[in-house]
C-alpha cells in the first residue's frame, strides 16, 4: 500500500483554501440575506447551513451549499412551506441568481449563485428525533452529529471514500444511481476509522443485512435491506435505505480489486472507448436480438421519473418471459428532459405458432369437465395430466410490444401513470442497430456500452 500517495490524491480532490474561503463567504452572505430579510417580514426562522459544505466533507469543485431555515414546531405546515419558499426566493433573486422550486418529500427552492447551486429548505427545529413533523428535519441532527464526533483527519478519509466511490460508480443516493449518500460515507468512516479501513471491512466481511449502529440503538431488526446503518440520530431509520443490492455489491468488488492491485487511477474518471461502431460490432457477437423502446420522459421531479421508468422496464421483461420469450437482459437511461429508453435483450426472439398449454388431473372431474368443453377433440392426456396446443398470442417481439403498448393492453403492464402517459401519447421501438445507426449522442453511447460492459469501473 506504500505505492499509493493518497497526500497527492487528497491535493487534487481537497478544496483549495481560496475555494473553502470563497464558498463559507457566499454561505455567510446567504444566512446573512435570509435572516435579515426574515426579521423585516417579521417571519420567525433562522438559516443554518447544513450538508457536506458545513462539515468540511465536500469535494473540490463540488461545493453544493445547503440551507435550512427553521421554524418553531408551532409553526402551521402551510405556513412554514409558504414563507420558506418565498425567503428562498427572495434570497436567490436579491444574490442575482436563477431559481426554481422543487418538490421531493418536502418543497425547497433550488438556485444557482456565482456558479454554485444553492438549496433552501424550510423545516422545522427539532432537538431530537422523536419531535420529528417532516422528512428533511433531522438534516439539522445529521450535521451536528457529525461535525461533533469526525476529526479534521476523518474529514480527508470521507474524502477519499466519497472519490473513490465516485470513480467506481457507487456515490449518490439518488433513485438515477441507487447508491451511497455522502453521510452514510461519513458513517462508514466513524464506523471503521479510515477510508483503507471501510474497503476492508467490504472486502472481507460484509454480507446482506450488514449492520452499522454507531451508537448501539439495537434497532436493525427493523430493516430488511442489503446494509443497514442505523441512523445516529434517529433510531428508527436506515440511512443506507436508499443503497440498492447491485451498487452495494459493486462497491465490495471495487474494494477486493483495489486491495488486490491497488492503483491511485481508482481515484480518477476511467477514459473509456468508445463510438456507435464499436458497440455495434459488441452487440452482433452476441447472437442476441436487442430492442429500445424511446419515449418522452414525464415532467415530474427527476427521484419520481427513475423508479417509474426501472418499474416499466422490469414488468416489460415479466410480461415478455410469461408469453415465453427468454430476456438475456436489460437497462434504462433517462437525459430526465427530452428521452427516455429501456434496453432489453432477447435471447429467444421468435416463438412457434402454436404452445402447449397444461389443464387439470384426469381425477378432479369437475375441472376436467370445464376443460374438454372449453377444448373438446384437441385435448390429450399426458401422464395424468391434460393438454392442448393453443395458438400463441405473441410469435415475435416486435408483435409483443405492438400488442402490449396500446390503450387496451398496456393494463398488463405495471408502471407509473406518468410513464403510461407518455409512452401512450408517443413512443418508438427500435431495434438496437437502427438506434446505432443514427445520431447517437455521447450518453446514449456510454449507457450502452456500460450495458455491455457491467465492471467496467469497478477495476483499473
Known amino acids: 500500500m506504500a505505492d499509493i500517495n493518497f497526500d497527492r490524491i487528497l491535493e487534487d480532490i481537497k478544496p483549495t483554501e481560496t475555494e473553502k474561503k470563497r464558498v463559507m463567504e457566499l454561505s455567510d452572505e446567504l444566512i446573512k440575506n435570509l435572516n435579515e430579510t426574515a426579521s423585516r417580514k417579521g417571519a420567525e426562522a433562522e438559516a443554518v447551513l447544513v450538508g457536506s459544505v458545513a462539515k468540511s466533507t465536500w469535494l473540490a469543485g463540488k461545493a453544493d451549499i445547503d440551507i435550512f431555515m427553521e421554524f418553531s414546531l408551532d409553526t402551521d405546515e402551510s405556513y412554514l412551506k409558504r414563507c420558506g419558499l418565498k425567503l428562498g426566493h427572495n434570497c436567490i433573486e436579491t444574490m442575482g441568481g436563477t431559481a426554481e422550486e422543487r418538490y421531493a418529500s418536502h418543497p425547497y427552492v433550488t438556485g444557482t449563485i456565482e456558479g454554485y447551486e444553492v438549496d433552501f429548505v424550510p423545516c422545522y427545529f427539532i432537538e431530537d428525533a422523536s419531535q420529528l413533523k417532516s422528512a428533511v428535519d433531522r438534516t439539522i441532527l445529521h450535521t451536528q452529529y457529525i461535525k461533533k464526533h469526525l476529526d479534521k483527519k476523518q474529514e480527508d478519509e470521507v474524502l477519499l471514500l466519497k472519490r473513490f466511490m465516485e470513480c467506481v460508480g457507487t456515490y449518490g443516493s439518488e433513485f438515477k444511481v441507487g447508491g451511497f449518500s455522502g453521510y452514510l460515507c461519513e458513517l462508514m468512516v466513524l464506523e471503521y476509522g479510515t477510508f483503507m479501513g471501510v474497503l476492508g471491512a467490504a472486502s472481507s466481511s460484509w454480507r446482506y443485512g450488514q449492520i452499522v449502529d454507531l451508537e448501539n440503538h439495537g434497532t436493525a431488526e427493523l430493516f430488511k435491506d442489503p446494509l443497514v446503518a442505523v441512523d445516529p440520530v434517529d433510531k428508527n431509520r436506515n440511512v443506507a435505505a436508499a443503497l440498492n443490492l447491485q451498487k452495494m455489491s459493486d462497491f465490495i468488488v471495487a474494494s477486493e480489486n483495489f486491495l488486490k492491485n491497488p492503483s491511485e487511477r481508482y481515484f480518477y ?52 418471459e410469461s408469453h415465453g420469450f427468454t430476456v438475456t437482459g436489460s437497462d434504462s437511461w433517462t437525459d430526465e428532459d427530452d428521452e427516455a429508453m429501456i434496453l432489453v435483450e432477447f435471447e429467444t426472439w421468435k416463438l412457434p405458432t402454436m404452445r402447449k398449454h397444461s389443464g387439470p388431473q384426469i381425477w378432479f372431474k369437475e375441472h376436467q369437465e370445464r376443460f374438454l368443453e372449453k377444448y373438446s377433440g384437441k385435448a390429450w392426456v399426458e401422464g395424468d395430466r391434460w393438454v392442448v396446443e393453443v395458438p400463441r398470442t405473441y410469435e415475435s417481439v416486435e408483435a409483443f410490444f405492438e400488442g402490449v403498448l396500446t390503450p387496451n393492453k398496456i393494463g398488463y403492464l405495471r408502471f407509473g401513470k406518468h410513464v403510461k402517459t407518455e409512452i401512450l401519447k408517443e413512443h418508438q421501438l427500435l431495434d438496437i442497430n437502427e438506434l446505432l445507426e443514427s445520431q447517437c449522442d455521447g450518453e446514449v453511447l456510454r449507457f450502452l456500452y456500460l450495458y455491455l460492459n457491467k465492471n467496467e469501473l469497478l477495476w483499473r
Open 269 to 320: 474518471p476511467k477514459d473509456l472507448e468508445f463510438h456507435s461502431e464499436s458497440v455495434k460490432k459488441e452487440f452482433l457477437k452476441r447472437g442476441t436480438k436487442t430492442f429500445i423502446l424511446t419515449f418522452r420522459p414525464p415532467d415530474i421531479p427527476a427521484d419520481a421519473v427513475y423508479p417509474q421508468i426501472r418499474k416499466t422496464e422490469k414488468s416489460i421483461v415479466k410480461v415478455a
